[in-house]
């Protein structure tokens, strides 16, 4: 008797097995929920709440009231926000400069001490984001370690402060936040295809041709990644701009700490933040054209 | 269990997803609305007997740890602590349900949660160790922040005041908050990140009411006020910190922070702390028992047993601040001797510069000039 051939399955898009994409599709379900739910709810919340007022016991009331929408206006709202986007923005370009070599000498030339160099500059990230500033304060200030040395070998004199200056919340900045620059970048460095590298080199380019044809072209994904996630936290930190700032350094996110903790406004702290999240979602809307564009390039 | 994250059952999941769902919905509601009705009646007398585990929340570190290990000892049950970093945090606590035992508010905050019927009646008489505080301090027995102190006991008093390096400015200043414009200090002045108190610096200079939501007032306060910035370093209120790593030259500081001070730092005698002509605010903490408190009768004991003398000067001596408790002012004397002015006296109470509470178009007024102060 002649074997019939069996028509063929049809093959699961990933994975070993339907049944085992299945069960991943489950799993997601839950932290998709979780994530949908909350963060709808929370931002619906903040949403409405910028509209509301405030009751004489200081507790915020839901309401259709602009008031909130036109005190924005104020200039002085402007000028904040646009020093820490102007702060976000040179904290995201100094930690590219900054976590490309690192992220490239692990990547590339960690060998097998790869994931222990990931792992020293990972394991520093989950102590306390605030008594790591904090620490960075006591280092930076005027009788501290680094001024004493700076003073010592003559580049500095006894006038000169890092603390409540611009440099000294930008160097909080990126020190809170430079983690979130090098992993990206690492992931990308990671999985470039190196033969592009020599290829580079067989086609007579030297070290700095390559790096800025090949190598930099191949991690863009991983560098505005990396630029994304250190842009979202640094715009909104208030913490850097409190420990290391002076009065001319104030940021947006001080301004809507003090409307939610000290005066108790929550819904012109609400209509900040959605001010806040309206600028930032400009420049992801920037981020993700041109992440849909390089996917559709690398298809074609 | 910690008394923050009380494990929260489903039907109180609901319950809560239903107020924020009807809060979205419906304009003009409250916020997570929460009915005090609910936990039973707040003027009730409150029986001054174990009736449970404390619940306590106040802020960090303002409580001799020995005492709460002789009161646990003393009534066989444990004091489970919870602290909060402002009083708008303290509120939203509150505000989303969280039941605790025993709060802190200070005065402007407890007349808030007093006419929010937010707190339980406190029956002196039925506290043996009152009378230490109401025979001895007139000002507490009808307090403007609560009638008759019926749902308070005061716990501490301060003051607000300057603090200095002496060792680079000076060793006397004039005794004036003009002295933060001095120009040996340019350049190194802070004042407090706190709204009432920067306002208040403003105000008192002027000779205006020291919580003023007059826009005119407000002005001339804000114009006072940026005429300070050239001179500041910054807004903090880590007077303690500032003052002694040397990044302030002078401070807006609390009397309580200089009292600790004294005990910190390596000479204290480069430090000054002095107290304003023009006036200095002056604030209280309470004890209050919130309206859905568990276990308010062992509050009451607690409160009770934290006046008795012997405890009283063990605190006093552990977080720097005075009490208004008879026959306690020695010890506090003692230790403020080098900064006499950190002292609160029947005086201080009488002068009345606490900070009040305003109508909301005030706050919000207010609000917009401290916008003004501190973006500049």
Known sequence: MALRKRPEEPRPRSGPSASG???????????????????????????????????????????????????????????????????????????LVVAYPVAYAIALHGGRFKNLLIAAIVVPFFANYLVRMYGWSVVLSDDGPLLKVLRAVGLADSDTKILQTGMGVIAGLVYGFIVFMIIPLYAALERMDVSLIEAGRDLYGGPLRTFFFVTLPATRQGAMAGCVLVLLPAMGDFVSAQLMGGPDQIMIGNLIQDKFFQGQNWPLGSALTMLMMAVLFIGMLGYLRRTRKDEAEATR | ??????????????????????????????????????????????????????????????????????????????????????MEGMAAKLNAGNRYDLIFPTAKWAERLVSGHRLRRIDHSRLKNADAV??????????????????????????????????????NLTGSWDDLWNARAKGKVFVLDDRDEVLGIGALKLGLDLTTADEGDLGRITGTLQSLRPHLRGF?????????????????????DMAAMLGQAKDPSILGFEVAREGAPVNSDCYAIPSNARHPGTAMLFIDYMLRPENVKKNIEYIGYPMPVGGSEDTYAAIVEPFPECLVTAGDLKDDFFFRNGTSRGEQARDTAWTHVKAG
């Open chain 1, 21 to 95: 994409t299945r069960l991943w599709t489950w799993l997601m379900i839950p932290g998709t929920l979780w994530m949908t739910g909350f963060l709808i709810a929370s931002l619906l919340l903040v949403a409405t709440l910028a509209f509301g007022t405030t009751d004489p016991l200081g507790n915020p009331r839901f309401g259709l009231n602009f008031e909130n929408i036109a005190a924005m206006t104020d200039p002085a709202y402007r000028a904040v926000l646009l020093r820490s986007l102007g702060y976000a923005l040179l904290t995201c370009l100094i930690c």
């Open chain 2, 1 to 86: 269990m910690s008394p923050e994250a009380p494990l929260l059952s489903r039907r109180s999941f609901l319950r809560t997803g239903s107020a924020a769902a009807l809060g979205l919905t419906v304009a003009g509601c409250g916020f997570l609305p929460e009915d005090p009705a609910a936990h039973g009646d707040p003027e009730a007398p409150i029986d001054v007997r174990v009736d449970g585990d404390l619940i306590y929340f106040n802020w960090a570190d303002f409580v001799d740890p020995a005492v709460f290990k002789g009161f646990e000892k003393e009534y066989g049950v444990k004091v489970i602590q919870s602290n909060f970093d402002s």
């Open chain 2, 134 to 171: 109401f025979g001895h301090y007139d000002y507490f027995a009808d307090p403007w922040y609560d009638k008759a102190s019926a749902h308070t006991v005061p716990f501490t008093m301060y003051k607000t005041g300057i603090g200095w390096r002496k060792d680079q400015i000076g060793d």
């Open chain 2, 236 to 256: 903090s209120s880590d007077s303690y910190n500032n003052l002694l790593n040397g990044n302030a030259a002078m401070t807006q500081a609390w009397s309580g």
